[in-house]
């Protein structure tokens, strides 16, 4: 009788990080274990009126550990001692300063409650200066370093962050030996790693965020960086060169962490790659099918056959990186900086009488006030997409603009702002909720565009994610407005499952990803169809939008 083979996959989400146990015969989920971040639940380390935003290297390993130890707990021992591997994901770019032992600052002494030497989390828009000057600097070099991410450096990325680290906090600058992302330290620790020279990079990471390319030899000289700013001569010599993709092995598991984690010593750490990519493969992704990963903000998955590519240089995404997605094939990236965010923003809004205690509910007991405000936190968002669902649009309804949290693609701008148009006394709650909605899927649509205008077809979208699970409504709005059918994933946790695809095929269950997707992929559960009736509003109303764009693009 075959033995039977489990992995975990382990996916490190923006609040928190969820592990799975898996069969790798068909997929199946044994078990699963959610840790929320408790030290990013209270805020620390953050200032959203500055953009700041950082986790402590500890919120994650308390996590990994607990989720982990629950999945094994759930299953038994004799079940436990079946697992053979661990892959992660993580946000990214999501990098922390580390020591020569590869230790983050954060756990050193006088760091301890220093937000400089904490994770520096993918939403973090601190280094806004310094990625505008990474994107003047590269026009010295026609463009060469950048034309990999889409011609334009984005201030959520690696080298930004640094170098505004560098420049604000002399502390952190004295200390720091390397600069490492999130997916990269994970089977760092996993495998017990000692020196910041054995940290192993995802080629997922190093492509689409630290300008690593296999035609440079790898990261741009220490002259394209020593000219930008004297602060960064000399880093590149402590970063790296060899990046991996993630159907490889970091090593095995320490002595130490499968002590912690009740697992033998011989379970295999895989290379990690970045949420949405592994998130991509968890949800069967297919030659030009653009995977929609919809969460707080989206990342857009596309992968293609490189013989197919012939070289293209598409502008104004996020990266496109032989091998970042699936092995042997082109990954290309984009998103969105708000989707839902932008209706968790909105909620807030509306909710802010209940939650600000400014006012006075009286004699009411504390135990249905707290009912109540759950109960409208619980169904605002529902209550508000059937009411707009009903709504007959013109081309003069309320129109918004998806910028709340800036631009990520195309051509990533955080700096910009969103703004709604077309209000009127009769502008209630349903027809600014709709708007919102609409603006989401007209910013898809533009990546969309993006990718058609330079000659790579989009035959459909795959979605991923909360958003695309939770809401028709969107869905149904999006399917209409890109003209595209919407097919959404079973799966509640791709990210996660796609980290334990990539596990099966290093431990040998599969010889391809590929396989690994086909045997343990969970298909899919609903196809949102366009309605070609809508077809002349919302080209009309696209154009509006277009338009109200370029004019807020204008306003300094």
């Not at 990013?40 to 550990?65: M, T, V």
Request: charged share 20%; with cysteine; glycine share 8%.
């Amino acid at each position: 009788m075959k033995q039977e083979i489990f992995v975990i996959g382990v996916d490190f989400g923006t609040d928190s990080v969820r592990s799975v146990l898996i069969d790798t015969k068909d997929g199946r989920e044994l078990s699963s274990s959610v840790f929320y971040y408790p030290r990013w639940k209270a805020s620390l380390y953050c200032n959203a009126s500055i953009n700041q935003f950082r986790q402590h290297p500890a919120d994650y390993i308390e996590g990994l550990e607990h989720t982990i130890k629950s999945c094994l707990d759930y299953v038994g021992t004799d079940a436990a001692k079946s697992v053979r591997g661990i892959s992660v994901d993580t946000t990214g770019s999501t990098p922390i300063a580390v020591d020569k032992k590869g230790t983050p600052l954060s756990f050193l002494p006088g760091f301890e409650e220093n937000p400089n030497a904490m994770f520096i989390i993918w939403k973090d828009h601190t280094s806004m200066t310094e990625a505008a000057e990474i994107n003047e600097h590269d026009k010295k070099y026609g463009n060469k370093y950048l034309k990999n991410v889409g011609g334009i450096y984005s201030s959520e990325w690696f080298w930004a962050k640094l170098l505004h680290i560098l420049r604000v906090d002399p502390s952190v600058a004295g200390a720091i030996e390397s600069w490492v992302e999130h997916c990269d330290y994970i089977p760092f620790l996993l495998t017990g790693g000692n020196s910041s020279t054995e940290i192993k990079r995802s080629v997922c990471a190093a492509g689409h965020k630290s300008l690593w390319a296999s035609e440079f030899g790898g990261l741009p000289p220490d002259s394209y960086f020593s000219v930008l700013d004297p602060l960064l001569s000399g880093f590149t010599a402590r970063l790296f060169t060899e990046t991996y993709t993630a159907d490889k092995a970091a090593g095995v598991i320490s002595d130490e962490w499968a002590l912690r984690l009740g697992l033998s010593t011989d379970v295999i750490i895989g290379i990690g790659a970045f949420d949405a990519h592994m998130g991509a493969v968890g949800g069967q992704i297919e030659p030009y099918q653009l995977s929609k990963v919809m969460g707080t903000s989206t990342c857009d998955m596309l992968v293609a056959p490189l013989i197919e590519m012939q070289n293209k240089q598409i502008k104004g995404i996020c990266g496109q990186v032989p091998g970042s997605i699936l092995p042997g094939m082109l990954g290309m990236e984009a998103g969105q900086s708000a989707f839902g965010d932008t209706f968790a923003w909105f909620r807030n809004l509306l909710e802010w009488p209940l939650e600000s205690g400014a006012f006075n509910l009286g004699n009411f007991p504390k135990v249905l006030t707290d009912e109540l405000k759950a109960a409208i936190h619980e169904n605002l968002i529902p209550a508000l997409s059937s009411e707009a669902a009903k709504i007959s649009v013109t081309e003069q309804s309320e129109l918004a603009l998806d910028w709340l949290n800036g631009r990520r693609s195309p051509d990533a701008n955080q700096e910009l702002k969103a703004a709604i148009s077309q209000l009127n006394l009769a502008s209630d709650a349903p027809a600014i909720f709709r708007a919102l909605a609409e603006s989401i899927c007209f910013g898809a649509k533009q990546i969309v565009d993006c990718f058609i205008s330079q000659g790579v077809p989009i035959k459909g979208i795959i979605g991923l994610g909360g958003v695309a699970k939770k809401s028709a409504f969107t869905m149904q709005l999006l399917a209409d407005i890109l003209d595209l059918p919407v097919r959404i994933h079973r799966s509640e946790q791709t990210c996660a499952i796609g980290a334990a695809m990539f596990s099966a095929t290093i431990v040998g269950a599969y010889t391809t990803v590929e396989n690994a997707m086909n045997a343990m992929g969970q298909g899919f559960e609903h196809t949102y169809y366009p309605n070609p009736i809508n077809r002349a509003l919302f080209d009309s109303r696209y154009l509006r939008f277009k338009n109200l764009a370029s004019g807020i693009e204008k306003i300094k």
